[in-house]
T-cell receptor
């Protein structure tokens, strides 16, 4: 069945270092969404990418959607302790039913 | 304040108990979702409702029974659960589902932490 894989599963960085998480789908996606879940919190929507090759920025966060629309990445420049959490990508399984397939997430730890 | 409120926040129940989880959204959305989040596992979609109609049942065991009386409220009725059902249960809502809405962003509640003894 359709799968969305994320790597790495965990990443520990020193504050100020960069961080990247990668998302790969077994099928072409019409769009991809990214969410962040802080420890003890709930997933919060960050962004949606729709177009092939699309790049979007939110301050220190850069999101990319691959040309083939089967992969995506999230890059954080100069991490801060507030970036700690788990980052999930999610792709639509079916737009008719609203079903999203979530990746297993990348948990980021930032050492001050 | 997320606009999606879940109660209770924590629930401990025995395997023979019957309990219900409640979700209410104040965002004017038409679609609501139940997810299960277990340690070291991806978020698992359980059910989707759009305009009170169930559009997705992701092969969920019958011991979980959803109810959606209107677009603002969603319940998950629990009975004879198993220890492996212990998890965080998250409710979410989005504006709508369907081919014209391209899977709109989902807004999550804080979840109910469920422990089965």
């Amino acid at each position: 069945g359709q799968q969305v894989m994320q790597i790495p599963q965990y990443q520990h960085v020193q504050e100020g270092e960069d961080f990247t998480t990668y998302c790969n789908s077994s099928t072409t996606l019409s769009n991809i969404q990214w969410y962040k879940q802080r420890p003890g919190g709930h997933p919060v929507f960050l962004i949606q990418l729709v177009k092939s090759g699309e790049v979007k920025k939110q301050k220190r966060l850069t999101f990319q959607f691959g040309e083939a629309k089967k992969n995506s990445s999230l890059h954080i420049t100069a991490t801060q302790t507030t970036d700690v959490g788990t980052y999930f990508c999610a792709g639509p399984f079916s737009s008719n039913t609203g079903k999203l397939i979530f990746g297993q997430g990348t948990t980021l730890q930032v050492k001050p | 304040e997320t606009g999606v409120t879940q109660t209770p926040r924590h629930l401990v129940m025995g395997m023979t108990n019957k309990k219900s989880l409640k979700c209410e959204q104040h965002l004017g959305h038409n679609a609501m979702y139940w997810y299960k989040q277990s340690a070291k596992k991806p978020l698992e979609l359980m059910f989707v409702y759009n305009f009170k109609e169930q559009t997705e049942n992701n092969s969920v065991p019958s011991r979980f029974s959803p109810e959606c009386p209107n677009s603002s409220h969603l319940f998950l009725h629990l009975h004879t659960l198993q220890p492996e059902d212990s998890a965080l249960y998250l409710c979410a809502s989005s504006q709508d589902v369907g081919p014209y809405y391209s899977n709109q962003p989902q807004h999550f509640g804080d979840g109910t932490r469920l422990s089965i003894l």
